[in-house]
């Protein structure tokens, strides 16, 4: 009977043990499938992030053809403000940021030879309201617009 009552004891044990093992190993799987159903949740709103970011993307290129319109009708103001409207709306559509910087740089580029152009004519004429130095200025504007877009176009 002692016998029986060791063997039994050992046999208790070792099914105790089995279950302990199989109810960890049952509990380490289901950690690791909420851990893939998370990182399926994950992948899911990288997906919708993408497509967002194409859809602003395809806004952004429409916005920024109207705005060189403007800009090519010498419609600064209006151009300006497509641009800037872009980059409220479409804030993931980065490729199309970083062209609305050339296109900006281009509006305040044709601003500032209009200023210059201004202040050549006022100086040729002999207006007292345009100085030596609202021309230097208006010079200085033209040139650090065109090394801007010198420098922004270099930019990867």
Do not use: W
Not at 37 to 46: A, I, L, M, T, V
Not at 53 to 78: G, V
Not at 117 to 127: F, I, K, P, Q, W
């Amino acid at each position: 009977v002692l016998l029986c009552g060791a063997f039994y004891s050992l046999i208790y044990s070792f099914i105790y043990s089995l279950m302990f093992y199989r109810i960890a190993l049952l509990l380490a799987a289901a950690g690791l499938l909420a851990s893939l159903g998370s990182c399926s949740q994950r992948s899911e709103k990288e997906k919708n992030y993408s497509e967002n970011r194409l859809q602003m993307e395809r806004s952004a290129q429409a916005m920024l053809a109207e705005a060189r319109a403007h800009l090519a009708a010498s419609r600064t103001d209006s151009a300006a403000a497509v641009v800037q409207r872009m980059r409220k709306q479409c804030y993931l559509a980065l490729d199309a940021r970083r062209e609305g910087i050339l296109l900006m740089d281009s509006i305040d580029l044709l601003r500032a030879r209009q200023s210059l152009a201004l202040t050549d004519s006022l100086l040729r004429a002999g207006d007292s309201t345009a100085t030596t130095a609202d021309f230097e200025e208006a010079c200085a504007k033209v040139h650090f617009y065109e090394r801007k877009i010198k420098h922004d176009k270099s930019q990867p």
